[in-house]
Each structure stands twice: as structure tokens, then as C-alpha cells.
């Protein structure tokens, strides 16, 4: 029992490191006349198709110089940056003129696996100083004619480096590819092709500390904003007029429901009973598959926390832009830290609906999210490694991930279901369970479970769903996300909302004598999660321009886990406000 607090430690000191950004070989990003500043070559790919990114020296470039690679952190392996040294060098406030960086004749397979890249619209990315840069490899020409065999290819074999410095630090890089230095790569035949490259310094007064602000304007833009404020308050109107509407009627009913109840009392004991009081001896008669229940409730609101968490860091500026590694590291270790969360909760949970078999409760919550990721996980890495993409995890990041799951998230599992279990505490029913349950009702077919879920989780995405073509085009596409406060207010309207309707439709189902709402509360509440997963389908189709095999099924695989990630959350927090609301108009009137 002495270890897990020095592996939280290390786990701590890994993810302070894992944050970092992309950093110059531990310079300070202060540079003398002539000094080498590091430029690194990261990754080519197809524009439309995000996830699936190859090595820069897996095309057929040339270097003059060894290529080495640079060490990464984990977030930046698992986001796929694979950086290497890159064949230009452009020392700090050293000018040049069509230099040549490296000279190469290219075989006719070469130079059909450009022409196949360059028809693909194949990008490249780079970092020089910590600043990304990117750059297309070439154009097609079409001069109208429709048949591809007939198109002319042309490779960019020259780019101008256009920096901006402040004092003895880097501000801004700008490349361009020069439209007048082509190589026709359109026929089948061996090419020499000369790299060239020219270099040009300008001052600047931009300080160093908001170097990184130009990357953040494009989704701060006065139309983008508008459109954001647009969306939220769109959301609230919304969300204030149906919660609003659904408040009054709720309130109303429940207050009738209450003096008619209370005169009913006074009147006549042997009155019999109807409506939602009438269910008084079976509203708390503990579901069906409790374990399930408890496991999905312990999953559900750890991802809930690490939701939370996720978006304190956004908001103190950890996730500036292109340090997207950041994000995938702070996922992976919150979600590891948080783990004690989800075994207590569950373990606790299970025992109050007097559950026996705590130790298969507590690995069942332990493998109710990650089981289905890492199938997922698998199938695509397998995907990745088919294709020699960057998405492909190396052996040794996955032998990380695994000892982080041995030895921080299950340890932390393990004794918060035991802390859960140890807790003892019992339910909390307001009213004595009968013996022999209640039959229920028929029930109308808009009054059953699918339809409900559709109900239930229509208006949440409603209030949301502006917002998620952002994030859409952020996560799948080359647009920046920053506007991290705006996401805040949209995520806490999602939450309450979803807290409102569930509570609303639980309270109809009780009203029409179905006592069975445990489970219901959990599937209208994460049934947002349906449609989100509905809008990947629209926004593929209609919104995208992704293409093949990899592409497709890393964007449906990872979707499915994300979006099952916000059925469990989302279904936690649905089940807390109606479980809530129950114990408390049960707990109003009088019980016998």
C-alpha cells in the first residue's frame, strides 16, 4: 500500500511533461545572429482525410543531412506527430536566395507516387521554433478537360520562409510555395528535381508571449463570434421557453397533486388512491440487473468529473492551439486519476441496492467504457498499421498506456470500490417497498421506452447542435477551436437540460403508473448521445468531403466511443435529478 501515492507522483510529474509543447531540443526560444533554430518536418497527408497522415520521408524527399527524430511526448504520438529533422535550415536572421537544399532524381515509381499524393491534395506540415507551418506539395491543372489521365501534375519544389522576429526571438513563420518553380511530374519518366528554398527576416513588434494569439483569430473572428453567440443564445431561448413551459406545468400538477393528496388524507383513509402516490410501495423497488445499473452510474460520472476537469484546463489556457497533443495527454491521465471515482461510486451505489458480488460490480465498472475502446482501439490501430500510418500507436506508447491502466487506473478502481463497499451506508427510500410488485398499466405506444429516449433527447441536442459543427470541423478538419468559454456555457446548458427533461419524463411515467423508471431515467438521459452519434452521419455526408476506408471507419469507430462516453455521462446525470426528484415528492407526502 505504499505505492500508489509515489505512481500518482510520477503520473503527476509525466503529465506536467506530457502538456508541454512541441519544445525546441530545451531551448529558451532566444537565438543569436547565425544560430541554428530547429525546424522539424512532421507529417504529410491527404487535406480532406485528417486521421490519416503518413511520415514526411515516407514520399520519396531528399535531405542532405542524416535525418534524426525528435523525442515525443505522449500526447503528441497519440494526436500522430512523428517529427524529424527537415531538409531546410534557416539559421536565426540568416536571408537566402534560392538556396538548394538537396538535389534528388526521382525514379518513375517516385514519380508516379507523387503524381498519385498531388491528386489527393496532399498537405505537408512543419514546426519551426515551436510554430507550425504547412503547405500543399503540388497542384493538378485540368485546363477543362474531365478524363484524369488528361490533367497536367505539378510538384512545388521551392518554398519562401518569410519570418518575423522580435529582439533575439522567433514571432511568425509564413511559407509560400512558389507558383513559378514547378516540376512536371505529368509523364512517366525520371526527374531531377532541385529542392530549393529562400528566406526572408522581418521585424516585428509583436512580443513574444502572444506569438500564438495569430492561430487563435480565426474562430474569434467578429462573424465566427457571432455566429457562436448566435448559438448560445439560440440554446437559451430555447432551453429557458421548453424548461420554462415544462417548470409551470410540472410545478402546477405537482402542487394539485399534493393538496389533493393531503385532502384525501384528511377525508378518507380508506380513499383509493391514484396517480404517481398510488406507486408509493413499489417506486423503490430495486431494478432489474442492479449491477449494470450501478457499474454505468459509476462510469458515467467519472466521465462526468473528467469532462469538468477537461474544461478547467481548457479554461486556464492549457489547449492553445497546435498543442493538441496537450489534450490527448491530459484525457489519458485525468481519466486514470479519476478512476477511484467510478469504482466508488459504483461499489456504493450496488451495495445500497443490497448487492452481494462487489468484486464483478467493480469490474464490471472498470470495463463498461474501456472495454468497447479498446476493441474499437484495436480494430483501428490494426486500420492504421495496414496503411503505415501515423495513427498507428508504436509498440512502446501502448506498453505506457498499459502500465498506466495496471498500475494507476486499476489500483485506483480497485480501492475506491472498496471505499465504496466500506461506506455502508443504506438506501435512502422514503417509503416501505411491498412485498409483491405492482402490475403495470398498457401502456400507449408514445409512453414506452424509445420514444421517450427519442423525447428525452431531442431538446438537449437542440440546444447544442449549432455548436457541433465547430467541434466537428475542429476534431475532423483543419479548423481551430478556442472559444473554450462559449463550449463551457453550451456543456453546462446540455447538463441541465438534460437533468430537466428526465426529471419531467419520469414524473409522467409515474403519473401514469409505471413504477419501472430506474432504468428509463438513464436511457432518456444518455439518449442524447443517439443523436449526436446521428449528427456523425449527416456531418460525413453533407458537411465533410472524407474519403476511404481509414478515414471512414477512424471517424464512425472513435465517434461511437465518444458518443457512448456522453450516453454514460449524460444518462449518470439523468438518473442523479430524476432519483433526486423521486426521494423528494415521495419524501413530501405521507407514506403509509
Known amino acids: 500500500?505504499?505505492?500508489?501515492?509515489?505512481?500518482?507522483?510520477?503520473?503527476?510529474?509525466?503529465?506536467?511533461?506530457?502538456?508541454?509543447?512541441?519544445?525546441?531540443?530545451?531551448?529558451?526560444?532566444?537565438?543569436?545572429?547565425?544560430?541554428?533554430?530547429?525546424?522539424?518536418?512532421?507529417?504529410?497527408?491527404?487535406?480532406?482525410?485528417?486521421?490519416?497522415?503518413?511520415?514526411?520521408?515516407?514520399?520519396?524527399?531528399?535531405?542532405?543531412?542524416?535525418?534524426?527524430?525528435?523525442?515525443?511526448?505522449?500526447?503528441?504520438?497519440?494526436?500522430?506527430?512523428?517529427?524529424?529533422?527537415?531538409?531546410?535550415?534557416?539559421?536565426?536572421?540568416?536571408?537566402?536566395?534560392?538556396?538548394?537544399?538537396?538535389?534528388?532524381?526521382?525514379?518513375?515509381?517516385?514519380?508516379?507516387?507523387?503524381?498519385?499524393?498531388?491528386?489527393?491534395?496532399?498537405?505537408?506540415?512543419?514546426?519551426?521554433?515551436?510554430?507550425?507551418?504547412?503547405?500543399?506539395?503540388?497542384?493538378?491543372?485540368?485546363?477543362?478537360?474531365?478524363?484524369?489521365?488528361?490533367?497536367?501534375?505539378?510538384?512545388?519544389?521551392?518554398?519562401?520562409?518569410?519570418?518575423?522576429?522580435?529582439?533575439?526571438?522567433?514571432?511568425?513563420?509564413?511559407?509560400?510555395?512558389?507558383?513559378?518553380?514547378?516540376?512536371?511530374?505529368?509523364?512517366?519518366?525520371?526527374?531531377?528535381?532541385?529542392?530549393?528554398?529562400?528566406?526572408?527576416?522581418?521585424?516585428?513588434?509583436?512580443?513574444?508571449?502572444?506569438?500564438?494569439?495569430?492561430?487563435?483569430?480565426?474562430?474569434?473572428?467578429?462573424?465566427?463570434?457571432?455566429?457562436?453567440?448566435?448559438?448560445?443564445?439560440?440554446?437559451?431561448?430555447?432551453?429557458?421557453?421548453?424548461?420554462?413551459?415544462?417548470?409551470?406545468?410540472?410545478?402546477?400538477?405537482?402542487?394539485?397533486?399534493?393538496?389533493?393528496?393531503?385532502?384525501?388524507e384528511e377525508a378518507a383513509d380508506d380513499q383509493e388512491e391514484t396517480g404517481w402516490k398510488l406507486l408509493h410501495g413499489d417506486v423503490f423497488r430495486f431494478p432489474k440487473h442492479k449491477s449494470l445499473l450501478a457499474a454505468a452510474l459509476g462510469s458515467g460520472t467519472q466521465l462526468f468529473t473528467l469532462a469538468v476537469f477537461i474544461f478547467m484546463l481548457a479554461l486556464v489556457g492549457v489547449f492553445y492551439p497546435y498543442n493538441r497533443g496537450a489534450l490527448f495527454t491530459a484525457l489519458v491521465v485525468i481519466y486514470a486519476l479519476t478512476s477511484g471515482i467510478a469504482g466508488y461510486t459504483a461499489s456504493s451505489f450496488y451495495c445500497q441496492l443490497e448487492g452481494t458480488n462487489w468484486v464483478r460490480n467493480v469490474m464490471l465498472t472498470g470495463s463498461l467504457f474501456c472495454g468497447p475502446l479498446l476493441l474499437t482501439f484495436s480494430f483501428l490501430n490494426t486500420v492504421a498499421i495496414a496503411y503505415q500510418a501515423t495513427a498507428a500507436l508504436p509498440f512502446g506508447t501502448i506498453v505506457v498506456i498499459f502500465l498506466i491502466w495496471a498500475l494507476v487506473t486499476s489500483p485506483l478502481l480497485i480501492l475506491g470500490g472498496i471505499a465504496g463497499k466500506n461506506r455502508k451506508s443504506e438506501f435512502q427510500a422514503p417509503c416501505r417497498t411491498t412485498k409483491y410488485p405492482r402490475e403495470i398499466p398498457p401502456m400507449r405506444w408514445y409512453r414506452r421506452t424509445l420514444p421517450q429516449m427519442a423525447m428525452a433527447g431531442f431538446l438537449p441536442f437542440s440546444a447544442i447542435y449549432i455548436e457541433l459543427y465547430y467541434i466537428f470541423a475542429s476534431v475532423w478538419g483543419h479548423r481551430i477551436y478556442t472559444i473554450y468559454s462559449i463550449l463551457s456555457i453550451v456543456f453546462l446548458i446540455l447538463v441541465i437540460v438534460t437533468a430537466f427533461i428526465t426529471v419531467a419524463l419520469t414524473y409522467f411515467q409515474l403519473a401514469a403508473e409505471d413504477h419501472e423508471w430506474w432504468w428509463r431515467s438513464l436511457l432518456c438521459g444518455g439518449s442524447t448521445g443517439v443523436f449526436v452519434y446521428a449528427y456523425c452521419l449527416y456531418y460525413y455526408y453533407a458537411r465533410s468531403d472524407m474519403t476511404g476506408f481509414m478515414q471512414t471507419s477512424f471517424f464512425f469507430g472513435y465517434m461511437a466511443c465518444i458518443c457512448y462516453g456522453f450516453f454514460l455521462m449524460l444518462g449518470a446525470v439523468g438518473f442523479r435529478a430524476s432519483l433526486f426528484f423521486v426521494r423528494h415528492i415521495y419524501r413530501s407526502i405521507k407514506c403509509e
Open 1 to 264: 500500500m505504499e505505492k500508489p501515492p509515489s505512481l500518482l507522483l510520477l503520473l503527476l510529474v509525466f503529465f506536467i511533461y506530457g502538456i508541454s509543447p512541441v519544445i525546441s531540443d530545451g531551448s529558451d526560444h532566444r537565438y543569436k545572429v547565425g544560430d541554428d533554430v530547429p525546424l522539424y518536418a512532421n507529417k504529410v497527408g491527404p487535406f480532406h482525410n485528417p486521421s490519416e497522415t503518413y511520415r514526411y520521408f515516407d514520399l520519396p524527399f531528399c535531405s542532405s543531412a542524416p535525418v534524426k527524430e525528435k523525442k515525443e511526448a505522449l500526447g503528441e504520438v497519440l494526436n500522430g506527430d512523428r517529427l524529424v529533422t527537415a531538409p531546410y535550415r534557416l539559421e536565426f536572421l540568416g536571408e537566402k536566395d534560392s538556396q538548394v537544399a538537396c538535389r534528388k532524381r526521382l525514379s518513375r515509381e517516385e514519380v508516379s507516387q507523387f503524381r498519385n499524393v498531388i491528386s489527393k491534395d496532399y498537405y505537408f506540415q512543419m514546426y519551426y521554433d515551436d510554430l507550425p507551418i504547412w503547405g500543399f506539395l503540388g497542384k493538378v491543372v485540368k485546363d477543362g478537360k474531365s478524363d484524369p489521365s488528361e490533367y497536367n501534375y505539378y510538384l512545388f519544389n521551392h518554398l519562401q520562409f518569410e519570418i518575423f522576429y522580435n529582439k533575439d526571438r522567433v514571432i511568425e513563420i509564413i511559407v509560400r510555395t512558389d507558383q513559378s518553380f514547378l516540376v512536371d511530374l505529368t509523364e512517366d519518366k525520371e526527374v531531377e528535381v532541385d529542392f530549393t528554398y529562400t528566406v526572408r527576416w522581418k521585424e516585428t513588434e509583436i512580443p513574444f508571449e502572444k506569438r500564438m494569439e495569430k492561430y487563435s483569430l480565426a474562430s474569434s473572428m467578429p462573424h465566427h463570434l457571432e455566429i457562436h453567440w448566435f448559438s448560445i443564445i439560440n440554446s437559451c431561448v430555447t432551453v429557458l421557453l421548453l424548461t420554462g413551459f415544462l417548470a409551470t406545468i410540472l410545478m402546477r400538477v405537482l402542487k394539485n397533486d399534493f393538496v389533493k393528496y393531503s385532502h384525501d
